[in-house]
């Protein structure tokens, strides 16, 4: 089964770029058996969707992310990765990634994240 | 979006049935699933597309749907359940939500 590894700076000063990669195992970032999905959580808070890349390179963020991020493959790493920009007190929270499915049963869509990687603290703070 | 309320928190014995509820208007048209998140861990998928488990998962969790509400079954709940748990859906336009979540206390 594919295995993920988040990696990337743990502590990002306020305005700056949080950037985070996710090295795929087990599986291939260019297969088109997965969406690659990023979540967080801040602290003591629920769960966060923040967006998911396809091989083709298609995207869907969350739309209140939706003007500060960037989900990237780099195929030949086997790695996608996260770019958020001017960040803030409130993007501090652990960022997990994950390989997930999404299609159409019937009429049903359908979109849920499979496996997940361990998850990895980011701090913004001066 | 959309919202999806769960409650804050769920106690039981240990042996008893836990049920964890899940509501909101977009589960009556949208598959809804849920995850399992232990203390300093990362979230587990336990039930997908309203009532299918993974192969993985142990069978005395299930899942079912009505209406605008979802459910989340441990039949004879043990001490290793114990934890968070997220209902998550989406709709075709690719915006996903999670649920508040909800404490399970065994």
């Known amino acids: 089964q594919v295995q993920l590894q988040e990696s990337g700076s743990g502590l990002v000063k306020p305005s700056e770029t949080l950037s985070l990669t996710c090295t795929v195992s087990?599986?291939?970032?260019?297969?088109?058996?997965?969406?690659w999905s990023w979540v967080r959580q801040p602290p003591g808070k629920e769960l966060e969707w923040v967006g998911y890349i396809y091989y083709s390179g298609s995207t869907n963020y969350n739309p209140s992310l939706k003007s500060r991020i960037t989900i990237s493959l780099d195929t030949s790493k086997n790695q996608f990765s996260l770019n958020l920009r001017s960040v803030i007190a409130a993007d501090t929270a652990v960022y997990y990634c994950?390989?997930?499915?999404?299609?159409?049963?019937?009429?049903?869509?359908?979109?849920?994240?499979?496996?997940w990687g361990k998850g990895t603290p980011v701090t913004v703070s001066s | 979006s959309y919202e999806l309320t769960q409650p804050p928190s769920v106690s039981v014995s240990p042996g008893q049935t836990a049920r964890i509820t899940c509501s909101g208007d977009a589960l009556a048209n949208q598959y809804a699933y849920w995850y399992q998140q232990k203390s300093g861990q990362a979230p587990v998928l336990v039930i997908y597309?309203?009532?299918e488990r993974p192969s993985r998962i142990p069978e005395r969790f299930s899942g079912s749907s009505s209406g605008t509400t979802v459910t989340l079954t441990i039949s004879g709940v043990q001490a290793e359940d114990e934890a968070d748990y997220y209902c998550q859906s989406a709709d075709s336009r690719g915006t996903v939500e999670f649920g508040g979540g909800t404490k399970l206390t065994v």
């Open positions: 994950a390989a997930g499915y999404s299609g159409y049963e019937g009429p049903q869509y359908y979109f849920y994240m499979d496996v």
């Open positions: 597309k309203d009532s």
């Open positions: 087990g599986g291939s970032v260019s297969s088109g058996s997965y969406y």
